[in-house]
């Protein structure tokens, strides 16, 4: 079985990089308990020189262009998904990510998500491009917090040019406690920090405050992602491709036409709307199954499962020109039939009007629909307006 490789674009702070690696390797051992070389994930690593200055204004173009550069070189590597511990990169991220076929992780969403419930007033210390753009304050607001303006950005550029002019521990606490209490007399609760420079020199900061570290954030994903797609590398290795005259069903990802899938899906009843960017992350922690006319796709079904316990099928169809011939039974038979899946306890979907077609392999209507419970988000798949 192959195992998936990481891409690690370090977009600026050559000093950062390595200390985020590290928080990499921690989070393997943590997560998944990554012991002997052989344990650890394939990573290919860029560390990019970028034309950013701390003191300066930020050429946004010159910017752009470095890192678009940067992530497709490391694309044509052949990497499975690709990361950029860069806060100020993600600036950026709807035209890095449109520009590269694979999945590109998303800082700045994963700092967000992590930030706890209880926490709403937030204080966020970056780097003055990454401020000034409001990608994070924006993301606070969404998510119903309210973000602390401290006028604190001159001491935040000096703590970040410090890092890279001098190593004293003692330099290094006395402005962290500066900013800390600046922080909480401000009357914030929590603190976001959005600077890989400054994850780098975290560990000299002391205060009870809570703290979300991007960095910190993102690693954590990584790690998630990867283990995401081996488990799902390890279910393709059961698979086959099945065939049926000029049809056949693959389980490889690799085949899977994101662009195809996307443009049903979001004319389908059940995700109307979803973006590009939504369907390729829903692929990756996901059995897939593509249906393929020689080689143009033009059906599809997905399981969401632990491989042991429990599958929700789901995102089934078939293109209207190609419906009439049993393609749709002969899709999900070979999906009910999957070794992996035949043995799962519970397997379970939604379905609007073809439960004459799921009957066909053991679907029966819930027997006690009153336990079942949902948190269900229609909106998340509109454009904010």
Request: glycine residues 8%; proline residues 6%; charged residues 25%.
């Amino acid at each position: 079985m192959q195992q998936p490789t990481i891409g690690i674009l370090a977009g600026m702070g050559p000093r950062s990089t390595a200390p985020f690696i590290d928080l990499v390797i921690t989070e393997c051992q943590e997560q998944y308990g990554a012991k002997d070389d052989i344990d650890f994930p394939k990573m290919m690593i860029c560390s990019l020189p970028a034309p950013f200055y701390p003191d300066r204004a930020t050429d946004h173009a010159a910017m752009e262009a470095t890192l678009r550069a940067g992530i497709e070189g490391l694309a044509r590597t052949g990497v499975d998904f690709i990361a950029i511990p860069c806060n100020t990169a993600h600036i950026y991220y709807p035209k890095l990510s449109a520009c590269i076929d694979v999945p590109l992780l998303n800082m700045v969403e994963l700092a967000l998500d992590a930030v706890p419930e209880p926490a709403r007033s937030i204080a966020l210390i970056a780097a003055r491009p990454t401020v000034e753009s409001g990608i994070y304050q924006d993301g606070v607001r969404r998510r119903g917090g309210q973000p602390i303006d401290v006028d604190w950005q001159r001491e935040v550029d000096a703590l970040i040019g410090a890092t890279r002019t001098s190593r004293d521990p003692a330099l290094f606490r006395a402005r962290w406690d500066s900013l800390l209490r600046r922080a909480k007399s401000a009357g914030a609760d929590a603190v976001l920090l959005a600077c890989m420079d400054l994850s780098a020199i975290k560990a000299h900061i002391e205060t009870d405050l809570l703290l979300i570290d991007a960095g910190q954030c993102l690693a954590r994903g990584i790690v998630a992602q990867w283990l995401s797609r081996r488990r799902a590398a390890a279910l393709e290795a059961e698979g086959s491709e099945h065939r049926h005259g000029r049809y056949r069903v693959s389980s490889n990802p690799q085949e899977l036409d994101v662009a195809a899938i996307h443009a049903y899906l979001t004319r389908s009843y059940w995700a109307a709307g979803i973006t590009r960017e939504l369907v390729a992350q829903s692929l990756q922690g996901s059995m897939c199954f593509g249906l393929f006319d020689e080689d143009r796709q033009v059906g599809f079904a997905r399981v969401v499962t632990d491989g042991s316990t429990f599958a929700y099928l789901c995102d089934v169809y078939v293109l209207e020109e190609h419906r009439g011939q049993g393609l749709g039974k002969w899709l999900v038979g070979i999906v009910a039939e999957h070794p992996t899946l035949k043995k799962v306890r519970r397997f379970v979907l939604a379905t609007k009007d073809a439960h004459g077609l799921y009957a066909r392999f053991g679907f029966t209507p819930l027997p006690a629909p009153e336990r079942y419970m949902e948190i269900f988000r229609p909106e998340v798949y509109q454009p904010a307006r």
